[in-house]
């Protein structure tokens, strides 16, 4: 469940919210969408004076350049919250948030309501709740791209496809609790759709598989065909899956070594001595020639340089946090402030994608506390370069789509024991 921000609308304009809400009702969402053009856009006479009253004086309030448009935000979200459950409710949500963007001119001279209204709508156009509103409305009424279809599109368009940004790419600053419940009810669907998709694929993988060695290709090749669910080459898919699901050559999965890791835990190691077997833990499976010509050298300084001054004391799960937490900042990203990625983008180009989101995984696997964090980082990427086009991101799209499958596996329902004795993946 994602974290709801403090109460909106404690003073008069929850008489506007309850207004909205009670009329969701008995209103169909054209004459919602009408009712909002014309308390907020045109200020035109409106039929509960009430509410029109509370609307002029919120609007010339000292203070209304910070509430009014967070006001126009919270009544939006009412709206799409109920709409979203509705049947043919998405065009309506996308009318709406087209109608704020392109508001009808109004004839003859304004008047100083309007003047004002429509001021105040230009600073919430003009601030961070319209665009998170925007890819709201992408995220709900977006199409699956697939890989033919997505080079020239922006990366933006891409929302569709990675459910676990909602919470960090898709949530407005105030946290509204009818945005939280649109992107919890819409997150939570997309989520089941994608692992169940990535399961057909692979249970149909295996089948081809298996009846290829006993029958022969031709049979094999008149299987119904199951579509590859997402943006990687069928080949570079199996490499993914054996890599997340897959176990070593010493017969151990990922699962395996984190939870043999985090059993030493229990030992209650030193901080220092929790850190030089972190370095081991991490440093297995990085390619040998990478790692020898510098990388695994500035690894091991990073972690030696977390928690330095607490090296005599015990490792708890406090310092497990900040430890794993320190390094998503390193591998990934430090803030939406400090947004250099250069480590993360070097890690791409000379291990790959599979093996750079295996490494984050296995910090996170260890500190599960951390997973909302990364997936944080990633969002912040994924907004910095949301205006690219994908084929100028191929290298982040590529994270993303080996982060879906990773997580699929290891934090969702997809039953990847089962799929195991696949031993190659492919057509």
Same mark, same amino acid.
């Given at each position: 469940m994602f974290a709801v921000g403090k109460k909106i609308g404690s003073g008069i304009e929850q008489v506007v919210y309850e207004h909205f809400q009670r009329l969701l009702k008995t209103e169909t969402p054209e004459q919602l969408i009408e009712r909002f053009r014309s308390l907020?856009?045109?200020?035109?006479?409106?039929?509960? +004076?009430?509410?029109?009253?509370? %609307? @002029?004086?919120?609007?010339?309030?000292?203070?209304?350049?910070?509430?009014?448009?967070?006001?126009?935000?919270?009544?939006?979200?009412?709206?799409?919250? *109920?709409?979203?459950l509705q049947p043919s409710g998405n065009s309506s949500?996308?009318? $709406? %948030?087209?109608?704020l963007a392109n508001p009808d001119p109004i004839p003859g001279k304004y008047s100083k309501i309007v003047r004002r209204l429509r001021q105040l709508l230009q600073l919430y156009l003009k601030g961070n709740d319209y665009p998170t509103l925007n890819r709201l409305n992408t995220a709900i009424n977006g199409q699956i791209l697939d890989r033919d279809a997505i080079e020239s599109e922006p990366l933006g368009k891409l929302i569709t496809r990675y459910p676990y940004l909602y919470e960090h790419y898709l949530v407005s600053a105030e946290r509204i609790p009818e945005n939280i419940q649109t992107i919890e009810r819409i997150q939570k669907k997309l989520q089941e759709r994608q692992e169940t998709e990535l399961s057909h694929y692979f249970t149909y993988q295996v089948r081809k598989s298996r009846i290829k060695a006993q029958v022969g290709r031709e049979a094999a090749n008149n299987l119904p065909r199951v579509a590859n669910p997402t943006l990687l080459p069928s080949k570079d898919l199996g490499v993914a899956f054996l890599q997340f699901a897959g176990k070593d050559k010493g017969g151990k999965s990922y699962q395996d070594l984190?939870?043999?890791?985090?059993a030493r835990l229990q030992t209650k190691p030193t901080i220092k001595g929790f850190k030089r077997d972190l370095y081991k833990y991490l440093t297995v499976g990085i390619d040998s020639s990478y790692g020898?010509?510098?990388?695994?050298d500035r690894l091991g300084k990073t972690i030696d340089s977390i928690l330095v001054d607490r090296d005599s004391q015990q490792i708890d799960e406090c310092s497990l946090v900040k430890i794993c937490t320190h390094l998503l900042n390193?591998?990934?990203? @430090? +803030?939406?402030?400090?947004?250099?990625?250069?480590?993360?983008?070097?890690?791409?180009?000379?291990?790959?994608?599979?093996?750079?989101?295996? $490494?984050? $995984?296995?910090?996170?696997l260890i500190s599960?506390?951390?997973?909302?964090?990364?997936?944080?980082? $990633?969002? %912040?990427?994924?907004? *910095?370069?949301?205006? +690219?086009?994908?084929?100028?991101?191929?290298?982040?799209?590529?994270?993303?789509?080996?982060w879906n499958v990773a997580e699929s596996i290891h934090f969702g329902k997809l039953d990847a024991s089962s799929l195991i004795l696949l031993q190659s993946i492919g057509e």
């Open positions: 907020f856009i045109e200020g035109a006479s409106y039929g509960d +004076s009430r509410v029109w009253a509370t %609307i @002029e004086t919120l609007a010339f309030e000292n203070t209304a350049e910070q509430n009014f448009p967070l006001i126009i935000n919270r009544c939006c979200h009412i709206l799409i919250n *109920h709409w979203q949500i996308d009318q $709406l %948030i087209g109608m984190s939870h043999s890791f985090a020898i010509r510098g990388f695994n390193y591998l990934v990203l @430090e +803030s939406s402030t400090k947004a250099q990625h250069f480590v993360f983008i070097d890690l791409i180009n000379n291990l790959g994608a599979a093996a750079t989101i295996s $490494l984050l $995984l296995k910090i996170v599960t506390k951390t997973k909302p964090q990364l997936e944080n980082r $990633l969002s %912040i990427l994924f907004q *910095h370069y949301e205006s +690219s086009r994908c084929k100028e991101v191929a290298w982040l799209v590529k994270s993303l789509e080996h």
